[in-house]
């Protein structure tokens, strides 16, 4: 796992790794004459790559930031992003959703078993009235005994929380 941020280059050449990681699987499914599978893989990219372009719109750098290089921060998880986003954000949330995403992926990234498949899906509603991130991983830790401490801007509701699958929702708090 890497506490520092990347500098321009530094992502750059994770991105550019990640592109040609891609481009050589989608080669080899055409040199296989898996076509369907080629196919596939370019339509799987294509979404991934729409869903990080919709993440500039909800403007929250630092979310945005740390959700663009999770795959790359914590190794041992595949995330995956899908949205929904129709608006901007309210920009006194950033700060306080990057510090829960934190908080609790390395919390998870700390526990887990090597040799199990780590997936981590987060989806993001944004929109005038709501905005609801929703954090499902699913794999295989040590129990998790430590709380994710409490953020003024934000509310958390714990949907699921083992051993296999932690599962919560951040929203802006309605509190005030």
Same mark, same amino acid.
């Given at each position: 796992?890497?506490?520092?941020?990347?500098?321009?280059?530094?992502?750059?050449?994770?991105?550019?790794?990640?592109?040609?990681?891609?481009?050589?699987?989608?080669?080899?499914?055409?040199?296989?004459?898996?076509?369907?599978?080629?196919?596939?893989?370019?339509?799987?990219?294509?979404?991934?790559?729409?869903?990080?372009?919709?993440?500039? =719109?909800?403007?929250?750098?630092?979310?945005? #930031? &740390?959700?663009?290089?999770?795959?790359?921060?914590?190794?041992?998880? !595949? *995330? +995956?992003?899908?949205?929904?986003?129709?608006?901007?954000?309210?920009?006194?949330?950033?700060?306080?959703?990057?510090?829960?995403?934190?908080?609790?992926?390395?919390?998870?990234?700390?526990?887990?078993?090597?040799?199990?498949?780590?997936?981590?899906?987060?989806?993001?509603?944004?929109?005038?009235?709501?905005? =609801?991130?929703?954090?499902?991983?699913?794999? #295989? &830790?040590?129990?998790?005994?430590?709380?994710?401490?409490?953020?003024? !801007? *934000? +509310?958390?509701?714990?949907?699921?929380?083992?051993?296999?699958?932690?599962?919560?929702?951040?929203?802006?708090?309605?509190?005030?």
């Amino acid at each position: 796992m890497t506490e520092k941020t990347f500098s321009i280059n530094e992502a750059l050449r994770f991105a550019r790794h990640d592109f040609l990681n891609q481009l050589q699987l989608i080669k080899m499914n055409i040199d296989l004459a898996r076509l369907e599978d080629a196919k596939a893989a370019i339509d799987h990219y294509s979404t991934e790559a729409k869903a990080f372009y919709e993440l500039s =719109k909800m403007d929250l750098p630092r979310t945005t #930031e &740390w959700l663009q290089t999770a795959n790359w921060r914590f190794p041992g998880f !595949q *995330v +995956s992003i899908s949205n929904n986003i129709e608006s901007d954000c309210n920009l006194l949330l950033d700060e306080q959703v990057q510090d829960v995403l934190e908080q609790t992926t390395k919390l998870l990234h700390e526990q887990l078993n090597p040799y199990t498949e780590q997936l981590l899906h987060i989806h993001i509603v944004c929109n005038p009235t709501t905005f =609801k991130l929703t954090f499902d991983a699913n794999g #295989e &830790w040590e129990p998790i005994q430590q709380e994710l401490s409490k953020e003024s !801007q *934000v +509310s958390l509701t714990h949907e699921c929380k083992t051993t296999k699958n932690w599962r919560f929702h951040i929203e802006e708090s309605k509190e005030g």
